[in-house]
């Protein structure tokens, strides 16, 4: 069993860029997070997905969007990124007991 | 406003010693708490959960956490650590929502 998936594991990419961040998980868990890293700042809640079908928004949504199409999927899409983006991305899931279970991180450098 | 402390940015400990970080919760009822923990490069492990019921709770790594409701924390205590606990360790807390609150992180360093 993986768990939780995140592609690419790291990125360098120029302003103005679409990019996904793609995440799967295998536990069937309901819902789904993803957040930000950034040192000083701590874990910042970016959007998340409490069943398929449904999103909403965390702390930190501007310049972010994301889809929940089925229960294994939760993408991040970065429209048009800016050198403010630049951070470390988790992808987390959680079930009934509310623990999250994280993914290993998509390091992404906007220029 | 609900809130998770950790009053400590940066703890150090020789190796084989014991270990405390402390976390304060601000919430009218009891929360569901959680320990995470950090290695550099790496996501949040998830290492000790607590609910309900007994308030001494064993995690994974040989740790464990104490809820004590009447001071508001959920410390993470190790008897002896190993050079390979060095790591950052975030407490968190759900506030009656599925959303989890993280405390800054405690950073761990080990010396030999």
């Known amino acids: 069993i993986a768990g939780i998936t995140q592609a690419p594991t790291s990125q360098i990419l120029a302003a103005g860029r679409r990019m996904t961040l793609r995440c799967t998980q295998d536990?069937?868990?309901?819902?789904m997070y993803w957040y930000r890293q950034d040192l000083g700042l701590g874990l910042r809640l970016i959007h998340y997905?409490?069943?398929?079908?449904?999103?909403g928004k965390g702390e930190v949504p501007d310049g972010y969007s994301v889809s929940r199409a089925n229960t294994d999927d939760f993408p991040l899409t970065l429209a048009s990124a800016v050198p403010s983006q630049t951070s470390v991305y988790f992808c987390?899931?959680?079930?009934?007991?509310?623990?999250?279970?994280f993914g290993p991180g998509t390091r992404l450098t906007v220029l | 406003a609900q809130s998770v402390t950790q009053p400590d940015i940066h703890i150090t400990v020789s190796e084989g010693a014991s270990l405390e970080l402390r976390c304060n919760y601000s919430y009218g009822a009891t929360p569901y708490l959680f320990w995470y923990v950090q290695s550099p490069g790496q996501g949040l492990q998830l290492l000790l959960k607590y609910f309900s019921g007994d308030t001494l709770v064993q995690g994974i790594k040989g740790f464990e956490a104490e809820f004590k409701r009447s001071q508001s924390s959920f410390n993470l205590r190790k008897p002896s650590v190993h050079w390979s606990d060095a790591a950052e360790y975030f407490c968190?807390?759900?506030?009656?929502?599925?959303?989890?609150?993280f405390g800054t992180g405690t950073r761990l360093t080990i010396i030999p």
């Open positions: 987390a899931s959680s079930d009934r007991d509310r623990a999250q279970y």
């Open positions: 536990m069937r868990h309901n819902a």
């Open positions: 997905s409490n069943t398929a079908g449904t999103t």
């Open positions: 968190a807390s759900n506030f009656g929502n599925e959303k989890l609150t």
